[in-house]
């Protein structure tokens, strides 16, 4: 059973136009992630969710957004998507504390730019 | 801030062992991970070590010297299906670091 689940999995917008991508999971994890992935390179941090409380990576650009309404839900906006936004981005999920060392993912929504 | 090494890319024929190396510098440091991804998939998690010393989950390993700055994942037996790329991950505090991926390619 998918614990970590994103919406859509494959997403084209044109220039400009916003996006939003979503993430649900039912681990009842207080940590959420989001990552950027692009193609041949290793996932980098965006941001993420310490409880209600909001982390910013300090190299995020501006145009990337995020909400989190509740434990299960996290949600990635992009304001205005560029070509260069064109990546795998991925939600992960981790219990604070744990001390595994694992973080939890979804498949990945895949995004396009035209 | 955090900056790993790793190979990028290891080839090997099934039945092989394969060890990739990582090392690491980082600003915080609570332990090392490993993740394996498929071509299109998501990162899953292999292992972790927190201490110094080996751990063996079937036929991977990992290995960590926190002195040295330095861990090593060990996959043993290798078949078709552990083409994929590997990446060590720093874990500082409850966030992951990710080095850049080696790609493992298994030949028949």
Not at chain 1, 20 to 44: D, R
Not at chain 2, 88 to 97: F, G, I, P, Q
């Amino acid at each position: 059973d998918a614990m970590v689940i994103q919406n859509p999995r494959y997403q084209v917008t044109q220039f400009g136009k916003p996006v939003t991508l979503s993430c649900s999971q039912t681990l009842n994890h207080n940590v959420m992630y989001w990552y950027q992935q692009k193609s041949s390179q290793a996932p980098k941090l965006l941001f993420h969710y310490y409880d209600k409380d909001f982390n910013n990576e300090a190299d995020t650009p501006d145009n990337f957004q995020s909400r989190r309404p509740n434990t299960s839900f996290c949600f990635l906006d992009i304001r205005s998507p560029g070509l260069g936004d064109a990546a795998m981005y991925l939600c992960a999920t981790s219990l604070a504390g744990g001390g595994t060392g694992e973080l939890f993912f979804g498949e990945g929504s895949r995004l396009t730019v035209l | 801030g955090q900056s790993l090494e790793q190979p990028s890319e290891v080839t090997a024929v099934e039945g092989a062992i394969v060890q990739i190396n990582c090392t690491y510098q980082t600003s915080g440091f609570y332990g090392l991970s490993w993740y394996q991804q498929h071509d299109g998939g998501a990162p899953t998690f292999l292992s972790y070590n927190a201490l110094d010393g080996l751990e063996e989950t079937g036929r991977f390993s990992s290995f960590l010297s926190r002195s040295d700055s330095y861990g090593y994942l060990l996959l043993q037996e290798l078949q078709m299906k552990d083409s994929a790329s590997y990446f060590c991950a720093v874990l500082n505090d409850y966030k992951l670091s990710f080095g850049a991926g080696t790609t493992v390619t298994v030949r028949a």
